[in-house]
Nanobody, 119 residues
């Protein structure tokens, strides 16, 4: 099992930047994939970025070049650096962890952090 705690959301002006953090309760080296998803009002939750053990980062097309996912294994933390934000980036951002335990895939979610892009 793993607990995920997000932080770093808030209100930012268009064109601004934010960095989200997701702290895991266990070593992230034991987690097959960690990622960020977001859900805007009235819309489905969508993938933002994903990072796997030993694999390249994966980004949704609309986030490529603006968002960067990274991790600090010493802190068991995954980050999402967001730049050139616009109103369409307003959403609740969720951290996700996927791992395989005794042959069974398990998925965990954080509580979410609100990002609001507005002037």
């Amino acid at each position: 099992q793993v607990e995920l705690v997000e932080s770093g959301g808030g209100l930012v002006q268009p064109g601004g930047s934010l960095r989200l953090s997701c702290a895991a309760s266990r070593s992230i080296l034991s987690i097959n994939a960690m990622g960020w998803y977001r859900q805007a009002p009235g819309k489905q939750r969508e993938l933002v970025a994903l990072i796997t053990i030993g694999g390249p980062a994966i980004y949704a097309n609309s986030m490529k070049g603006r968002f960067t996912i990274s991790r600090d294994t010493a802190k068991n933390t995954v980050y999402l650096e967001m730049k050139t934000l616009n109103s369409e980036d307003t959403a609740v951002y969720y951290c996700n962890a996927a791992l395989v335990n005794a042959g069974v895939q398990e998925t965990y979610w954080g509580q979410g952090t609100q990002v609001t892009v507005s002037s």
